[in-house]
């Protein structure tokens, strides 16, 4: 069985998914209102992770040298330390070439493309593959790390890839580790499509204006357990699928048909009654929460309760399918299904179960659901034991 083995998170609301996760429980949001910030005239609402409080935290970490503080950048430093606190908790050797690395990102370090960046880091250094390689490289892994970037179904994405490492019985471990931070880039990017708000958002709401983006680093270890070697309180990944519709470059497809064969794959072996709940992307956009919304009553699944984390931490971009699943199991474990923070008054065209208050559950499965551009959809069903 594919057991979730350790997990932690970076973000704006801390760096060990203990604190992030009681953070998120108390209804506390990292997202903040920025002005003038990265040479950007006009201001936007983000989560961002401070840059000195992390570097000091990376810088603790053993056999740092002065040397690793200049070499990698902060996305890569982000990266590195999520993985050592999600070691902490377990005596995986990640030296050992039964251990396989993923990274998840969209951007990586497209920061570096500024004119000021140019001549700090080598030119190969915007490839995804090579922050992939040094971060695996730091913890001495012999394995070609393997790199998954596709639009915001990334870490769902590399989760998966991750499921059918294991079960070819190469690996005894992976370690997927997804990050992305924000830049003029990005940010300029998603303001040029409109889906911004300047305030915080607001997933499945009738007043919603448009997304948040977040900074985060998040890792989740996967292993390959025999079924007399789980305990009670394990997570399991029984179920993964990626369906796409191909509808357009940025819109998301008005029928939900992507999300919709993905829930349908994910609980094809399933009673959907065993459904505590279920995580959604929610980027709070009027067309995507609409989408899902139709995907989620198609699949028959109008009655188990949905949420949204964006509320808390943004949209994560490449780290969000591997962040959100680690609350989201957390919560499962813990018995209760979270509140989506800014929604208020429900305005989908479709009635779902939306969560506007946490509330306690004694199911024992939970969906995730991702989507993004080009019109890829992603779902990944967890089981506790």
């Known amino acids: ?30 997202l903040r209102f920025y002005t003038n910030y990265f040479d950007w005239p006009v201001p936007f609402m983000v989560s961002m992770i401070k840059y000195n409080r992390l570097n000091n935290t990376f810088c603790k970490l053993p056999d740092v040298s002065d040397e690793m503080i200049r ?10 330390l999520s993985v050592s606190e999600a070691l902490k908790t377990t005596k995986i050797n990640p030296a050992s070439e039964k251990v396989l690395f993923i990274l998840s990102t969209t951007k990586g370090n497209v920061s570096l493309l500024e004119p000021h960046c140019r001549e700090v880091y080598e ?6 593959w090579r922050s992939a ?6 913890f001495g892994n012999p394995n070609t790390p393997v790199t998954v970037s596709n639009a915001c179904i990334s870490g769902a994405q590399a989760l998966i ?36 708000s300047l305030s915080n958002c607001k997933p499945f709401d009738a007043n919603r204006d448009g997304l948040n983006l977040g900074e985060a680093a998040a890792t989740i270890i ?22 796409n519709d191909a509808n357009h470059i940025s819109g998301p497809s008005r029928t939900g048909e992507g999300a919709y064969l993905a829930l349908r794959n994910v609980c094809s072996g399933i009673n959907t009654d065993e459904l505590a709940f279920i995580s959604a992307h929610g980027t709070a956009t009027p067309y995507n929460d609409e989408m899902e919304a139709i995907a989620i009553k198609r699949a028959g699944l109008q ?3 949905v949420n949204s984390l964006k509320g808390y931490f943004g949209h994560t971009l490449g780290c969000a399918g591997i962040l959100e699943r680690i609350i989201s199991t957390r919560s499962l474990k813990k018995r209760m299904v979270l509140k989506t923070y800014g929604l208020e008054t429900p305005g989908v065209s479709h009635p779902l179960e939306l969560v506007t208050q946490t509330q306690s559950i004694t199911r024992n499965c939970c969906i995730n659901m991702l989507s993004g551009f080009g019109g890829c959809n992603a779902a990944l069903l967890w089981r506790l034991i």
């Open 123 to 128: 030119p190969e250094r915007i490839y995804l």
């Open 222 to 243: 996967l292993s390959d357990k025999k079924k007399k070697e789980m305990r009670p309180g394990d997570v399991v990944l029984t179920a993964g699928a990626i369906r």
């Open 303 to 305: 009655h188990i309760p």
């Open 133 to 138: 390689e040094l971060i695996a490289s730091y």
């Open 71 to 80: 070499k990698y950048t902060f996305a890569e430093k982000a990266a590195i």
């Open 161 to 196: 890839a991750a499921y059918r490492a294991l079960e070819t019985g190469k690996y005894k471990y992976v370690i997927v580790a997804g990050v992305d931070m924000l830049s003029r880039f990005i940010i300029s990017g998603f303001q040029s499509f409109m889906a911004l």
């Open 1 to 30: 069985m594919i057991t979730l083995e350790s997990d932690n998170i970076i973000s704006s609301l801390g760096l060990t998914t203990d604190i992030n996760y009681r953070k998120v429980k108390q209804g506390i949001s990292g």
